[in-house]
């Protein structure tokens, strides 16, 4: 029977899991992901596990915050002026805004402190700095 490598399209289906056990999203008794090995469509990590799989094969997976979704990085959050942000804009913690930084690239941040004056914004993916479980079955291999 064949193994994934790099290259290969499969069908994978995926459990993602908190260190407790709480999941937080999985495509069981939905539509499988089917991906490409190597185009980085997954995390590092799991996409990694999936080489030398062959099809029907189950595997369960821990992944530091470096093989996932990275590191907490500090320098992501900022403060920024009330102001700054457009009037027709209603802010509340947890909402997720489009900011420019630098030379105009755009970012996704996340709403994570209000005052009257000022809102903390933090552009860190949510699992940055998480330790993940995942459990992976290879469906198929589509393509080799």
């Given at each position: ?71 907490y990085k500090e320098g992501l959050t900022i403060k920024v002026d009330k102001k700054s942000i457009p009037p027709q804009i209603d802010p509340k ?52």
């Open positions: 029977m064949s193994e994934a490598k790099r290259g290969d399209k499969v069908k994978v289906h995926v459990a993602a899991k908190f260190k407790d056990g709480k999941i937080f999203g999985t495509t069981k008794n939905k539509e499988p992901l089917e991906i490409t090995i190597g185009q980085g469509k997954l995390i590092r990590g799991l996409e990694e596990a999936i080489i030398g799989m062959v099809p029907g094969e189950k595997k369960k997976l821990d992944l530091p915050p470096k093989r996932a979704f990275g590191p913690i947890g909402m997720e805004l489009v900011m420019r930084w630098g030379e105009g690239e755009k970012t996704r941040v996340r709403i994570t402190e209000m005052n009257n004056t000022t809102v903390t914004v933090d552009a860190n993916h949510p699992l940055a700095g998480k330790k993940l479980e995942f459990d992976i079955e290879l469906l198929e291999i589509i393509k080799n």
